[in-house]
């Protein structure tokens, strides 16, 4: 059965995306943010600064540092002690925690961190697409994609609940389209304290940093233990497979919101032709699909909002039936000539019985508009596929050829 | 024994890894020569210089990687690096 959205009209407001997901912050009750700016992440952390300068966040620090590296690492501490800890950032400043980012999952701190996913330099760009968090895809951290201001904030709620479980420990990022999300107004519900009290129970992990109860976190594994850690870090991305469905299914319940568990589906009952893809372009498809069925096109979506645990068994129950996959990619894996999520789709479809012509766009590469007329062309050439076949794989969308 | 995810553990590990197998080279005292100044024992990486209640000093071989940074900073050229003998 699945599941509505009703959104109460009297509790909008009109905010910036970055406003609605600091508000989330703050109403999940953080004990340390640690902040350095980087467009277009910045509104984040300012909007939590100043909601600490005018008293609204109790019993938190926020630390300002000289770097993304020392924003994670300053939450490493703070998570061991015990703090809810948070941050947010992008592109670069994203791709420099790398080494922290290793250290944060293996010693299962259950920080929550934004993404404002952004474009990777070089060539600089500051616009969106997703190469930025895709390239920490094996880090270890959870990682969600929102489809508007209202999922990205909503999520984190969502993140700190399924991190913190105690069968998990593990980090999570929340990813939101750079500028598209989280510089837009839009009419959203802020995120109620009264429920998130009830749905978000305070942090009490099981071990803490304690003078006076002194312990070591992430210690020295010879060649004869460290297998097992990255096994047990396994284990626990299967198990948050399963607390992703039941924390949404359980937020639906109490706030009436619900924009997918692992994934969303939207008209893929009778799909002749699924297109998955992840964050803001949803949208665009969802305003394509409702066009085209006008004209009887049997096209749906299928939304991949955790790409971290990748939800095998769920994108292959959806597409199982299916005459034509489109994935969709704002990221490249240079080398391979693809996109992480369809080179992933492809993946777990092997040695199976699903017999499904996949075939991969990357798309939108730095902010590269990404209008309805380019979705209604990879929609034409998915029909193409299904009378004749695959002839290309994966390739560039949109490519200027007179510019190479 | 079971593991504990996070590898969380009692503090002070690394007392019971014993890193001195990794030298090649140990330092050896010439008391004749050594005035006390305390230079090994600040210098030491490894906290491998242990003073004695005479005033001189001794090396905790358990944790001496060998480095030789007391050998090359003693003023009186006092300590000298002997190879390992297996």
Not at chain 1, 80 to 92: K, P
Not at chain 1, 165 to 193: N, R, T
Not at chain 1, 221 to 237: G, H, I, K, S, W
Not at chain 1, 286 to 293: N, P, S
């Amino acid at each position: 059965m699945p599941r509505e959205t009703t959104m109460d009209k009297s509790k909008m407001v009109v905010v910036e995306g970055s406003y609605a997901v600091a508000h989330s912050v703050k109403v999940c009750r953080p004990n340390v943010i640690s902040a350095y700016p980087i467009t277009p992440q910045t509104h984040i952390v300012e909007d939590l600064s100043q909601f600490m300068a005018d008293g609204e966040i109790p019993n938190c620090e926020y630390i300002n540092v000289e770097s993304e590296f020392s924003a994670l690492s300053a939450l490493v501490g703070s998570s061991a002690v015990g703090a809810r800890s948070y941050s947010a950032t992008t592109s670069q400043g994203l791709e420099l925690m790398h080494e922290v980012l290793f250290n944060v999952s293996g010693m299962r701190l259950p920080i929550v961190m934004t993404v404002a996913n952004r474009a990777v330099s070089a060539p600089i760009s500051i616009w969106n697409d997703q190469q930025d968090s895709i390239a920490q895809r094996d880090t270890g951290w959870i990682q969600l994609y929102a489809e508007n201001i209202q999922e990205a904030s909503d999520m984190t709620a969502q993140l700190f609940k399924i991190s913190e479980d105690k069968d998990i420990m593990m980090p999570s990022m929340a990813c939101m389209d750079g500028f598209i999300l989280s510089h837009v107004y839009e009419p959203v519900v802020l995120l109620e304290q009264d429920i998130t009290d009830e749905f978000l129970p305070p942090f009490n992990p099981e071990r803490t940093l304690d003078p006076s109860n002194p312990l070591t976190f992430g210690a020295f594994a010879d060649p004869n233990y460290y297998t097992e850690f990255r096994y047990l870090q396994e284990q626990a991305m299967q198990t948050a497979l399963k607390k992703i469905e039941t924390v949404a299914d359980e937020f639906s319940d109490m706030y009436g919101r619900y924009f997918g568990g692992l994934i969303d589906e939207y008209q893929t009952e009778d799909a002749d032709i699924i297109i998955m893809a992840m964050g803001s372009i949803v949208g665009t498809i969802k305003d394509v699909i409702d066009r085209l069925r006008e004209n009887n096109v049997k096209v749906g979506l299928l939304k991949v909002r955790a790409f971290r645990p990748f939800p095998a068994e769920a994108i292959k129950n959806v597409i199982k039936d299916a005459k034509v996959v489109v994935v969709l990619d704002k990221n490249i894996s240079l080398g391979m000539n693809a996109g992480a999520l369809f080179i992933e789709t492809k993946s777990v479809l092997y040695n199976t019985d699903i017999d499904v012509p996949v075939t991969g766009y990357m798309i939108g590469h730095g902010g590269r508009d990404i209008p309805t007329s380019t979705i209604d062309k990879i929609i034409d050439d998915a029909k193409e596929i299904m009378k004749s076949g695959i002839k290309t794989e994966s390739q560039f969308t949109d490519l200027k050829e007179e510019l190479v | 024994m079971k593991i504990v995810p996070g590898a969380v553990c009692e503090a002070g590990t690394s007392r019971a890894n014993k890193t001195g197998g990794w030298r090649t080279f140990k330092p050896v005292y010439d008391y004749d020569k050594c005035i006390k100044c305390k230079l090994c024992e600040l210098l030491c990486p490894d906290s491998a210089v242990k003073p004695r209640e005479d005033g001189y000093f001794e090396f905790d071989y358990d944790f001496c990687k060998g480095c030789g940074i007391c050998a090359n900073e003693c003023p009186k050229d006092a300590i000298t690096m002997e190879l390992e003998e297996k």
